[in-house]
């Protein structure tokens, strides 16, 4: 049995990939799902079913447009303060590396107001809320920060829109959709395979600007402008009816905290790993951890691998090791992994760990 706690892409739940397997030479008009007609009517009902159950699992309203896009987070970066631009000047809350990127890309469209930023504590906190905003055309904000394993669980009045990048825990916990003026996350964390983008957005944010017409959100409106990636859409629609199945937003959220509650009482508890976040902000989805000694880290991730645990790096950028428990990773994964932990410490107790 293979557990993948890799941070994205990420596990898919083994039916939808078994569903997606025995479907894949001939889908309903004896053609494969990736020879199809994106414009078939066959197709056409499968984003409609995915929007549907996508309205569904997060209480979308109605004034809310949802569109599909490819160029992952990274191109929400730059489509973000392109789109809402009407001052040109944007705030972030700088709250990690996604969200220094996503700071890097809006510069070229305006002024970036940082409006809070823990880089200084190297991430390891999240940075505070901004009492008051204004003048400025969007807060924007990381909700769960993948790489640092931090999250935000309170949302403040503003009176901006809240643009937020919930990429690693869109439908793993509730958000609640009104509170902002626009979400954006990358498929391949929590949704389905790499290449679709989800984009949900208020209408009235929606303006018509002089933007080349892939990046004007006015042009995926309640239509596809061009070739999706519509293999990512299908297998998406899949695992949201299986999320729908287990019970919606609400169980998953229920077993990810129940998940990442166990393995962070395993680290609390452990002579010799600790988690890197403290607190109350500690990420449902992504777990960074670590003994204190990269070499160590790095001879229990071989450890772990070695008995079917596999992806346990941290971000090429912090090291150490990380644990992303998405939705599809079950609870015996989590429980898997707090047992080879646990059997590190003990050979450990004999130092040729360090060679295995
Ligand atoms: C993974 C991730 C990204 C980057 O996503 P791409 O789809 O690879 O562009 C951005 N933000 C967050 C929060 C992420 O987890």
Do not use: C
Request: hydrophobic residues 40%.
């Amino acid at each position: 049995m293979i557990y993948n706690f890799s941070a994205g892409p990420g596990v898919l739940p083994e039916p939808v990939l078994r569903e997606v397997q025995a479907e894949f030479l001939s889908y309903k008009q004896g053609v494969s799902i990736v020879e199809m007609s994106h414009r078939s009517d066959t197709f056409a009902t499968i984003v409609e079913q995915l929007e549907a159950r996508l309205r569904r699992l997060m209480q979308i309203p109605d004034d809310y447009a949802v569109l599909f896009l490819q160029g992952g987070a990274t191109l929400q970066f730059s489509m973000v303060p392109m789109n809402l631009r009407e001052s040109g000047r944007f705030a972030y809350l700088d709250s990690g590396i996604w969200s220094k990127k996503a700071i890097a890309d809006a510069k070229h469209y305006g002024d970036v107001v940082v409006a809070g930023s823990s880089a200084a504590v190297k991430y390891r906190d999240l940075p505070a809320w901004p009492e008051t905003i204004s003048d400025v055309d969007y807060l924007h904000v990381t909700l769960n920060n993948t790489i640092e394993g931090t999250r935000y669980t309170k949302l403040p009045d503003t009176g901006v829109p809240i643009v937020a990048d919930v990429s690693s825990n869109i439908l793993a916990e509730a958000i609640d959709v009104k509170r902002y003026g626009l979400l954006y996350a990358g498929a391949q964390k929590n949704i389905g395979p790499a290449g679709l983008t989800l984009v949900i957005i208020r209408r009235d944010l929606i303006v018509d600007r002089d933007l080349p017409s892939y990046l004007a959100y006015s042009k995926h409106v309640d239509t596809l402008l061009n070739t999706p990636s519509t293999f990512s859409l299908y297998v998406a629609e899949r695992v949201l009816a299986w999320v729908e199945g287990e019970g919606g937003v609400e169980a998953m959220e229920r077993r990810n905290v129940e998940k990442s509650g166990l393995f962070y009482d395993a680290l609390d508890a452990s002579p010799l790993f600790h988690a890197v976040v403290s607190g109350k902000q500690r990420s449902l989805t992504n777990i960074p951890f670590t003994t204190g000694d990269a070499e160590t880290d790095r001879a229990f991730q071989r450890f772990a691998e070695a008995r079917g645990l596999i992806e346990l790096g941290g971000h090429r950028s912090v090291g150490g090791l990380r644990a992303s428990l998405y939705n599809a990773m079950p609870l015996e994964g989590v429980k898997r992994l707090i047992d080879v932990m646990h059997e590190f410490e003990q050979e450990g107790q004999d130092v040729s760990y360090k060679n295995v």
